[in-house]
């Protein structure tokens, strides 16, 4: 497995990397905030900085660089395809407090990715070429890549993976569907794999890491340095210090409905200003509580309820029945079979252990 001297040192060098993914409208200042208090991961990387011509620094974006309280380091993400632009906001960032810069190349957005940034890039290695080469040449820095393993198939992967190495690239952190499969299909835990052999650097695996148990399955089938945890990070805090336990063969901490229901207090008190209209902090709050309800209860009656509140007394009313009735009742490490966070963009999740077996 590669490893990177380089690289800032993790909570623990003895054990595998763990990182926060990068979620726009998601992790901010206040959501890094939140998930160091369950327990950080060793690295947090921040929403993308738009690059455009004449594009500045998010203010918004940058407060998590400059008011990061969480005794991690932070990598400042970008998107963008103009060369220009992207070299200077790179060095721009480069002059704050950051870990390193990480380029995006993986968002399956199509309002993203038609704008032939974020995955998009993944259609045109030339134009990746182009870039990594004139970053690799502003940045003094760890220079980090997120991406998928293609566009609509994998044609270019390889082609990429060998831009990877030509260009010296610090960290890769690699989902394992394309942008076209956005989250809808099974994981190419194959294709990780086939990158971490391919690349001469650290591979940070990315895609359904929900647990303790899946995140030392995938680091075993990969041979990734690490894994990279997004939506499962919003439904459970608590995912780092667990996987951190269960790699050194302690148990995993079990988390109570009573400590959810704290959880949820801590995100509405950190994340809600006096001047967001209630309506708008419900909607905020129900953003969350699609993932953190596919714990709750097997049934899908605490997420169906959920989703019909209209004010904060309502929502939470519906939060206290579900996880305080039984406050010491286990909080499930993995989302109950057939619950899906956004059900207009997800398809149930099948078994990991499945996933890997088919992939391996």
């Excluded at 309502?314 to 993995?334: I, K």
Aim: charged share 20%.
């Amino acid at each position: 497995m590669p490893q990177s001297s380089c690289l800032p040192p993790p909570v623990n060098p003895k054990l595998d990397l763990t990182a926060l993914a990068p979620m726009q409208d998601v992790t901010d200042l206040r959501f890094m905030k939140v998930i160091a208090n369950y327990g950080s991961p060793d690295y947090f990387f921040t929403e993308y900085f738009r690059v455009y011509p004449n594009s500045g620094l998010n203010h918004d974006i940058l407060r998590s660089i400059t008011e990061n309280s969480t005794d991690r380091p932070i990598f400042a993400q970008i998107i963008g395809e103009n060369i220009p632009d992207l070299v200077r906001i790179a060095r721009e960032l480069s002059r704050y407090p950051v870990a390193g810069i990480d380029l995006n190349m993986g968002c399956p957005a199509p309002r993203i990715y038609r704008k032939n940034v974020g995955g998009g890039l993944l259609r045109d290695p030339e134009k990746v070429n182009r870039i990594l080469g004139e970053l690799r040449c502003a940045v003094d820095g760890l220079l980090t890549v997120k991406m998928r393993v293609g566009f609509e198939n994998t044609d270019s992967f390889d082609r990429i993976l060998d831009l990877i190495n030509l260009y010296d690239i610090n960290l890769l952190s690699l989902h394992g569907r394309t942008v076209k499969e956005m989250y809808h299909s099974a994981v190419h835990y194959d294709l990780i794999a086939h990158a971490v052999q391919r690349v001469k650097c650290p591979v940070l695996a990315n895609g359904n890491v929900t647990s303790a148990h899946t995140a030392a399955a995938i680091l075993s089938s990969t041979g990734a340095a690490g894994v990279m945890i997004g939506r499962s990070a919003i439904r459970n805090p608590w995912i780092f210090q667990q996987i951190r336990q269960y790699l050194s063969g302690e148990p995993v901490s079990m988390v109570t409905l009573a400590e959810v229901r704290d959880y949820i207090d801590t995100l509405h008190r950190t994340t809600s200003t006096p001047t967001i209209p209630e309506r708008a902090c419900v909607n905020r709050m129900k953003m969350y509580l699609n993932f953190i309800g596919q714990s709750v209860e097997d049934s899908g009656a605490f997420l169906s309820e959920m989703r019909l509140t209209r004010t904060e007394s309502e929502l939470f009313g519906v939060c206290d029945r579900y996880l305080l009735s039984d406050p010491d009742r286990e909080f499930a490490l993995e989302p109950y079979p057939g619950l899906v966070a956004r059900p207009s963009c997800e398809t149930p999740r099948e078994s990991i252990t499945g996933q890997i077996s088919q992939s391996a």
